[in-house]
Structure formats: structure tokens, C-alpha cells
């Protein structure tokens, strides 16, 4: 026999779908006001939970930044390795994942951007636990890189670098109008010899 749930009891899904809630009004309010910029209180009034009610969803405003860092590259990834799949060009494969991270890093809805640029205000801690994530996140470049036909010479780890930073850092650079996402795609791609 089933015993009928105590009044006010919340369901597992109503926790997840009100966990979900918290998740995306954090995310929100850490690309918009970075780390430092970004309390508990904020996020709760977002909610409309008060601080301490707010801690059965979460463990701590920092576990909170590294799981939704996480989560979005975790996305970024999983983007990318869908668009090389059934790629097997090397260089080809290598300029669909430019041209994935390069849409990821200009949609204006995108996390990642706005994560990234706030590194440097997370507590050290917290800052270790970001590296190893990038880290992993690199290692698909790293394997891409390798595997690309590039001019004798090309140090791989200085090229990967150096591309990651270009892709990473476009938000910060790149203005609608004279060249479109693909245009500039294409000249990233030239520049790195790998179209």
C-alpha cells in the first residue's frame, strides 16, 4: 500500500525542476555580474527563495560556478564532437571544431564567454577545480591538432594555444556587419593554414 504524500512534501520532480530554476538564474546572474559580483542573496531573490531555503538546492555559491562552468563546457563539447562525427579529414575535422567553438563563443546566449573571462575573481580553489575541467575540455583540441596535416616546424602545443586563444577570446573582438560568423571562420582557418 502507497502512503499519500505529507502535505507541503516536495516530489523529486518538483525539486529537480526548482533545482533547474536556480541553476539557470545563477548562470545568469554570473555571466552577467561575474563571481564576485554575484551573492547568494541575488540568486535567491532571483528565485524567490530566501538564503537559507536556497542551500537545499545547492552546496555553496562556488560549487554552484564550478558545476554551471562545467555544464556549459560539458555543452560546448559535446557540440563540437557532434559536429566532427562521421568527419574524417583530419584538417576537416579540425575546421568543424573551429567553426562549432567559434559559433558557441559569439551566441550571445552562451556561457562559456562570460565564465571564462571571470577566472581570475574565483577563490583558488575553485580556480583548480576550473583548470582540470579546461584542462579535459583542451585534451579534444589537443587530439584534433595531432591528428591535422600543419607546415613542418608548427610547435602543436604553441598552434593549439595559440588558436584556442584566438577562437576563445573572438566575443571580445568581433562586430556584426563586415564579415559574417563564417567569413571570419574562414579567415581564422587560413590564418591557422588549416584550410
Known amino acids: 500500500m502507497s502512503r499519500a504524500p505529507r502535505k507541503g512534501a516536495k516530489s523529486q520532480g518538483d525539486t529537480a525542476t526548482r533545482e533547474a530554476e536556480v541553476v539557470a538564474a545563477a548562470a545568469e546572474l554570473f555571466a552577467r555580474d561575474g563571481f564576485a559580483g554575484t551573492s547568494i542573496r541575488d540568486i535567491g531573490e532571483k528565485v524567490g527563495l530566501l538564503g537559507g531555503s536556497l542551500y ?3 552546496r555553496s555559491k562556488e560549487a ?6 562545467d555544464d556549459a563546457l560539458q555543452t560546448a563539447e559535446d557540440r563540437i564532437r ?13 575546421a ?13 546566449n552562451s556561457l562559456t564567454t562570460p565564465l571564462m573571462n571571470d577566472f581570475r575573481s574565483v577563490p583558488d580553489s575553485v580556480r583548480e577545480q576550473l583548470v582540470e575541467r579546461r584542462d579535459a575540455f583542451e585534451g579534444l583540441f589537443r587530439d584534433l591538432v595531432n591528428d591535422a596535416s600543419l607546415p613542418a616546424g608548427v610547435d602543436r602545443d604553441v598552434y593549439r594555444i595559440l588558436l584556442l ?15 559574417s560568423l563564417d567569413e571570419v571562420a574562414q579567415q581564422i582557418l587560413r590564418t591557422y593554414s588549416i584550410t
Open 56 to 58: 537545499y538546492y545547492i
Open 96 to 108: 568543424t571544431a573551429c567553426r562549432t567553438l567559434l559559433a558557441i563563443q559569439l551566441d550571445p
Open 82 to 94: 557532434a559536429a566532427i562525427e562521421g568527419v574524417d579529414d583530419p584538417n576537416e575535422r579540425l
Open 165 to 179: 586563444t584566438t577562437l576563445n577570446s573572438a566575443a571580445s573582438w568581433y562586430r556584426p556587419g563586415r564579415l
Open 64 to 69: 554552484l560556478f564550478v558545476r554551471i562552468h
